[in-house]
């Protein structure tokens, strides 16, 4: 079983950047196909971005196609969400989780494993 913890959140102005990590621990993190997701208080988890096993394949909501970029280390066993011109209406609480398979998928409920969740704030 892999253990998932998010890094990188905070408070930034609109238009800034963040990078956001997910670390892993307990299985190599090559194993899984992994995804991003964000929620609000009292709203539903939305999906933002998935990467496949090798990093060559990756999937982006079209809320965020252009803006956000997905990648993963091997040698870090993390996988990062990098999240530029950002906008008052990102602020959530971002998720990595972590699947198996070969397929991206964008539901919460196909993913297995999950972070603790890092909070992102962006001020107008």
């Known amino acids: 079983q892999v253990q998932l913890v998010e890094s990188g959140g905070g408070l930034v102005q609109a238009g800034g950047s963040l990078r956001l990590s997910c670390s892993a621990s307990?299985?190599?993190?090559?194993?899984?196909?992994m995804g991003w997701f964000r929620q609000a208080p009292g709203k539903e988890r939305e999906f933002v971005a998935a990467i496949g096993r090798s990093g060559s394949s990756t999937y982006y909501a079209d809320s965020v196609k252009g803006r956000f970029t997905t990648s993963r280390d091997g040698a870090k066993n993390t996988v990062y969400l990098q999240i530029n011109s950002l906008k008052p209406e990102d602020t959530d609480v971002y998720y990595c989780a972590g699947k198996g398979g070969v397929q991206l998928t964008t539901t919460p409920r196909s993913y297995d494993y999950w972070g603790q969740g890092t909070q992102v704030t962006v001020s107008s």
């Open positions: 307990g299985r190599p993190l090559s194993t899984y196909i």
